[in-house]
């Protein structure tokens, strides 16, 4: 097992010290200034089930307009069960994977890394591995695991610290809000220069930190919590989720591994996690957030998880999904993309759809969910969802 490091890494707000903190956020080419006092706050909206993030409010002695008077602090989740799901799906090694390699020259705008430390982790074979076991398993092993997945997931005693830039007077768009008309064209001609700077790049394949697969590493062992917890969830929601959409996650799950293995193919570089509280919006433009999903994959992941997490539910959410991703895959072959067709794409958002469906099902049973006053995560997330949903299962693979 790695060794902890010796340096010291704060977990929390308390940990927190004016000295750590000069030290940490102060330019190695030494300034004479130090903090001399800070206050603490929360920003944005909801409380993440991933991590916990603060607003840092700095003050310098002397003062120096050349240091960053606010900057924004990431910890892990205090929450066992949480933490341990997403440390299974490398959520806190991705988003520091990103940010050290990518930050810098990133093709939009991301927030300023000052800072970041954590603890030796496990080399990525010896998570391969694990995936692979998993993933063998019989199919009362899987159910084992399904079922008591909140005792079982246990999350190590590794210590994450991330200290990035704040992004002041920004806008986001929580689950229970929608976006205006503008900054969801902003978002989709973003998502269309990110996915075309890489496009099938090479660097995609490489395994930090796109080993980790686009929609989850063990569909074996969704299949079997699934089939634990259906029927409790689909009782829970039946007053949002109809015989259809029953059918359509019933038809995901008879075919996960190969819904996995499609919209993992690495066409580009993926956000992961495009939802409307990750995309802050300023007088400047919009600047992306939360990392902890960065992999590479078909571009259709991104677009259907912005526009499945911010559309107003109704009847003319379908029509208005078709609107968007034609705008899409029009910037996108604007950017150069000239090999991913109309057809081809519309096909994946679909897939992307009816495949978040059977995800926001096994999150309403297994995570403790994030809060937003009038409902929890996958609640107000299925509520945008199925009036998006297709009739009919799309197509796993290529399409004609």
């Not at 969704?222 to 015989?243: E, I």
Request: with cysteine; charged share 25%.
């Amino acid at each position: 097992m790695p060794r902890r490091l010796e340096a010291f890494i704060p977990q929390s707000a308390e940990e927190l010290t004016a000295d750590w903190l000069t030290d940490v956020v102060r330019s190695p080419e030494g300034s004479p200034a130090r903090v001399v006092d800070f206050e603490v706050r929360r920003p944005g909206t909801g409380v993440g089930y991933s991590g916990v993030s603060v607003r840092v409010a700095l003050t310098w002695e002397p003062a120096d307009p050349e240091l960053p008077h606010v900057v924004l602090i990431k910890f892990p989740t205090p929450v066992a069960t949480n933490r341990g799901l997403v440390e299974s799906e490398g959520g806190y090694d991705r988003e520091f994977d990103f940010y050290e390699r990518f930050g810098d020259s990133f093709p939009v705008p991301v927030p300023s890394l000052h800072h970041s430390l954590r603890d030796p982790g496990r080399p990525w074979s010896s998570y391969a591995r694990q995936f692979r076991m998993l993933n063998r398993a019989p199919g009362w092993v899987a159910r084992l695991i399904g079922r008591y997945s909140r005792r079982m997931v246990r999350p190590t005693v590794r210590r994450f610290v991330l200290v990035l830039g704040y992004v002041e007077n920004a806008r986001l768009t929580p689950l229970n809000g929608t976006p205006s008309e503008a900054d969801l064209q902003t978002a989709l001609v973003t998502q269309a220069s990110v996915h075309a700077n890489w496009w099938r790049s090479p660097v995609l394949r490489e395994d930090v930190p796109f080993g980790w697969r686009t929609a989850t590493q063990v569909p074996n062992i969704l299949n079997g919590t699934y089939a634990v917890h259906r029927d409790a969830v689909l009782r829970r929601q039946s007053g949002l989720v109809g015989p259809t959409a029953v059918e359509l996650a019933d038809w995901v799950d008879s075919n996960l591994a190969d819904v996995v293995d499609h919209l993992d193919e690495p066409l580009a570089l993926l956000h992961g996690d495009a939802r409307g509280d990750n995309l802050l919006f300023t007088d400047d433009g919009l600047t992306l957030i939360d990392f902890g999903m960065v992999s590479s994959g078909r571009p259709a992941w991104d677009v259907g998880y912005l526009l499945s997490s911010m559309l107003a539910p109704g009847e003319g959410s379908r029509a208005e999904v078709d609107r968007l991703c034609a705008d899409y895959h029009h910037h996108l072959v604007a950017a150069g993309v000239d090999d991913h067709s109309w057809a081809q794409f519309r096909n994946d958002v679909d897939l992307v759809l009816v495949y978040l469906l059977h995800r926001m099902l096994l999150a309403d049973a297994v995570f403790e969910g994030e809060g937003y006053g009038e409902g929890d995560m996958s609640t107000l997330w299925l509520r945008k969802l199925v009036a998006q949903l297709p009739e009919e299962p799309p197509v796993i693979g290529q399409v004609a």
